[in-house]
């Protein structure tokens, strides 16, 4: 197996899709192709490199590669266009990321760009959407009710959260992972996105906490991984991100969103350690309950677990929440001077992937 390299991430600023900054204004392939630009900027590779683009939309998963095709030919991207790489979908930037390490450490391609696009104001509102965050609620019960977590506990987490977030916003903490995204209004007046929009604290408990259940709200958010093999970087690069140590992935449990423990439990058993060998962690926040007993299963120290927040100040993504967790963690640990991280994303059917990166000085 080759050895993967995590070489840029980045992100746009979440954003309420409501709000006076929604990103659903832009077409998607114009999106991104903003992100790319500044994704193959910031890694400092060239567009004749790429072997593959994996994107995920979650308005229309079905068309997230033409989306990616659209974004290629754009004048953002002009480049020799001396090959044309290969372009895919995926159900989600979790999904695209698995395949572009696992391709890449095969050595079947050298170079893979990974991206994911929500625009909330076009989300479907099908069946299957439906009965995803209906499953997600009752596993996350479910879950909470297991290890004794309460709606108020729970509620404290999402403060902490909130908190956490809103102090690395006004701090100019995000600044360095989020990429301006230029949108054209209806008005035509084309406004900079670069601040994200953060959850307000309210002393109300919010719909579902009583069920011990609060979930994250919806943002927008266009995300993207350069993903690379380590001798193609050590031939074309003078440096890159991180290193791609482990990854794994389980199922939840009938009835209980257990996933992100027990994708953790394999990981730290794969690498003979604890969670105290991470100097970050980056848990899911889709709800509360599931990095509130993450924290008790595995009694991890609260500094180091979702130190800047996470979806539930921030916004659920459902198809760029994987790319935008890297970016967030690799800029935590340039600033803290960290080596080492964890993530663990959990999709909508409770199935959770976990990833060990070492960051590089």
């Known amino acids: 197996m080759h050895e993967v390299l ?30 790319l630009r500044s994704l193959l900027n910031r890694a400092h590779v060239d567009l004749d490199a790429v072997d593959q683009i994996i994107v995920s939309e979650s308005a229309d998963p079905e068309s997230s590669a033409a989306i990616g095709e659209r974004a290629w030919e754009s004048p953002l ?22 395949e572009a390490i696992a391709s890449v450490g095969a050595g079947l391609v050298d170079v893979v760009l990974v991206a994911g696009l929500d625009r909330a104001v076009r989300l479907p509102s099908d069946e299957a959407s439906v009965e995803g965050e209906v499953g997600i609620r009752a596993g ?12 108020e506990a729970q509620e ?39 601040v994200d929009d953060i959850a307000e604290a309210s002393d109300d408990l919010p719909d579902g906490v009583a069920t011990g259940a609060p979930l994250a709200g919806m943002s927008e958010c266009v995300a993207g991984v350069v993903v690379c093999s380590e001798v193609w970087a050590r031939a074309n690069l003078d440096s890159w991100r991180a290193r791609v140590v482990a990854t794994t992935e389980a199922p939840s449990s009938p009835d209980v969103l257990d996933g992100p423990i027990r994708a953790t439990r394999q990981l730290l058993d794969e690498m003979d350690c604890t969670v105290r ?25 609260p500094r180091l677990l979702n130190p800047r927040g996470g979806a539930l ?6 198809a760029a929440a994987g790319c935008r967790m890297v970016a967030t963690m690799l800029g935590a640990l ?28």
Request: with cysteine.
């Open 6 to 35: 995590i070489v840029e991430a980045t992100r746009s600023a979440l954003v309420d899709p409501h709000g006076n900054h929604a990103l659903g204004w832009m077409p998607a392939s114009g999106l991104l192709a903003q992100l």
């Open 77 to 98: 991207l002009a480049g020799s266009r001396s090959h044309r790489p290969k372009f895919s979908g995926a159900a989600s930037s979790v999904a695209g990321l698995k």
């Open 140 to 151: 996350a019960s479910e879950l909470a009710r297991i290890f004794g977590l309460s709606g």
């Open 156 to 194: 404290r987490y999402r403060q902490r959260s909130m908190n956490r977030a809103r102090l690395c916003r006004d701090g100019g903490d995000f600044t360095p992972e989020i990429t301006p995204i230029i949108v054209d209004f209806r008005d035509g007046v084309p406004t900079v996105v670069d």
């Open 277 to 301: 060998a991470y100097d970050h962690c980056e848990i899911d926040e889709t709800t509360a309950a599931v990095p509130a007993s993450w924290t008790l299963e595995f009694e991890a120290e």
């Open 313 to 318: 100040a921030l916004g659920e993504t459902k």
């Open 334 to 361: 340039d600033a803290t001077g960290g080596r080492s991280g964890l993530i663990v994303s959990v999709e909508r059917d409770g199935h959770t992937w976990a990833a060990a990166l070492d960051a590089v000085r």
